[in-house]
Nanobody, 124 residues
Framework: QGQLVESGGGSVQAGDSLRLSCAAS????????MGWFRQAPGNEREFVAG???????FYADSVKGRFTISKDNAKNTMYLQMNSLNSEDTAVYYC??????????????????WGQGTQVTVSS
């Protein structure tokens, strides 16, 4: 199982964009579905976006049309392009590996091998 390392977080103004990266060791992306989650203080960890081994994508309703998930298998890196950020997007963002090649369950319990997280702070 590959280790995951997130990067790209930061502090931005409402309406700005950020791109998060998740680097993995090994052939994680070609064997398993992947996902992005976020957790704000006092809240449970919630699903943001997911991508299957075949590049089928899934999004939470709250980010549809604003966020785009993608991956580069050759670079073993997954991305989350976040546009039109607002204060409700403030959270620690995590990437994780699913137990299967496809996403059938967006619960955090369906994912393993979590990264350490990267903070995203959006000021209004």
């Amino acid at each position: 199982q590959g280790q995951l390392v997130e990067s790209g977080g930061g502090s931005v103004q409402a309406g700005d964009s950020l791109r998060l990266s998740c680097a993995a060791s090994g052939s994680t992306f070609t064997r398993y579905a992947m996902g992005w989650f976020r957790q704000a203080p006092g809240n449970e960890r919630e699903f943001v976006a997911g991508i299957s081994w075949s590049d089928r994508t899934f999004y939470a309703d709250s980010v549809k049309g604003r966020f785009t998930i993608s991956k580069d298998n050759a670079k073993n890196t997954m991305y989350l392009q976040m546009n039109s950020l607002n204060s409700e997007d403030t959270a620690v963002y995590y990437c994780a590996t699913n137990y299967s090649p496809v996403i059938v369950n967006t619960s955090p319990k369906a994912f393993r091998s979590w990264g350490q997280g990267t903070q995203v702070t959006v000021s209004s």
